[in-house]
């Protein structure tokens, strides 16, 4: 009686250590794959955003060919134009550093030394080591030069986008013809996509007036190279939570070093509004409970996809995390993980349901 108690436990256990052993692999394929998957995302991205013009343009009756080159060509002239501008704010900004962060370490200095002679000793606490400031505004022009290369690879991005539209009109009856009994299948993949197309739209939403407000009051104070603070703002608004707080440190130390300390708080504060305003009260708002992520995964899910993918996979990581989610719960016998992945509130309405 015992062994076949044994026998049954360790055919219970066996699946289990399999579906972790598979997922080990999974995450270790992707990790040594990184600067592809971050290409495959860069462009899935892309064409999520421009998939609805394709599709609205095949609806008013024009071939899908025709549609896919129309939207294309529209995407090439935003980017182009957008690249022109970015690649010579970004070349200025790179040539403009080395002095930057002259200037920081001599504010640094300086502050140290009012301290000291106050009879504050900062200098044993070593806090230009701690936090260099001239080291930060380092990464972000590492952040600006990483977009630089993106943007050298634009088009085998492009490329990619292309073949993904062209197979957008005709993707769902080709699985349908494929896979005849799968209709709950392709249910499935449509949730995963309109979920993941609501939340990327909403927060690019979101993140394009994020941009443009930090833009706006870092070129009202005066900091030099507003646009590309705006466009920190905007990148680093799709990282939940931290990205915001990043984004508005360069832009407040140049600020201290071109004006000084009462600019920097203005920045500091206005950034701090903005987010406030934007992060707080209209994007709940417009998200509702879309996202259906608790708070402790969706920062789990920073480490996991920042570990895998890099930086990419920061800016992916609620996309990517939601998508598995969805996955998760669409089968009775991973529901439970989908379960434990959502918000409180979730739990609370399926709980209160009526049961049949």
Request: charged share 10%; net charge neutral.
């Amino acid at each position: 009686m015992g062994g076949m108690q044994a026998s049954n436990d360790a055919r219970r256990t066996y699946p289990v250590l399999v579906s972790l052993a598979s997922l080990v692999i999974i995450i270790a394929g992707l990790k040594a794959a990184a600067p592809i998957a971050t290409l495959l995302l860069i462009s899935v991205f892309f064409a999520t955003v421009a998939a609805p013009g394709v599709l609205w343009l095949k609806g008013k009756g024009i071939p899908s060919g025709i549609a896919t080159l129309l939207v294309v060509l529209a995407v090439i002239g935003v980017l182009s134009g957008f690249g022109v501008v970015l690649g010579t704010s970004i070349n200025g900004f790179v040539r403009a550093l080395p002095g930057y962060r002259e200037q920081l370490n001599d504010e640094m200095t300086a502050a140290i030394a009012w301290f000291s002679s106050h009879g504050v000793d900062l200098s044993l606490l070593k806090l230009t080591q701690l936090a260099d400031p001239g080291s930060i505004m380092q990464v972000a022009s590492n952040i600006f030069t990483a977009i630089g290369g993106m943007l050298g690879n634009s088009v085998l991005i492009l490329l990619i986008i292309v073949f993904i539209l062209l197979e957008v009109p005709g993707l769902e009856a080709k699985i349908n013809a494929a896979f005849p009994g799968a209709r709950s299948a392709m249910d499935r993949m449509n949730l995963i996509a309109t979920n993941v197309f609501h939340y990327l739209g909403l927060k690019t939403l979101v993140s394009m007036l994020t941009g443009l407000a930090a833009g706006l009051l870092v070129a009202a104070v005066g900091v030099d190279f507003p646009l590309l603070w705006g466009l920190l703002a905007f990148l680093l608004n799709y990282i939940p939570t931290f990205g915001s707080i990043i984004a508005a440190i360069p832009p407040a130390l140049l600020a201290l070093v071109q004006f000084g300390g009462g600019a920097a708080l203005v920045v500091a504060i206005g950034y701090l509004v903005i987010n406030f305003l934007v992060g707080n009260l209209l994007e709940p708002r417009l998200m509702g409970k879309s996202m259906g992520l608790s708070t402790l995964v969706v920062f789990l899910s920073l480490l996991a996809w920042g570990y895998i993918l890099g930086t990419a996979g920061m800016f992916f990581a609620v996309p990517l995390t939601m998508a598995c989610k969805i996955a998760l719960e669409s089968d009775p016998e991973t529901r439970w993980i989908a379960i434990l992945m959502g918000p409180q509130a979730e739990v609370i309405r399926e709980r209160d349901q009526p049961r049949e």
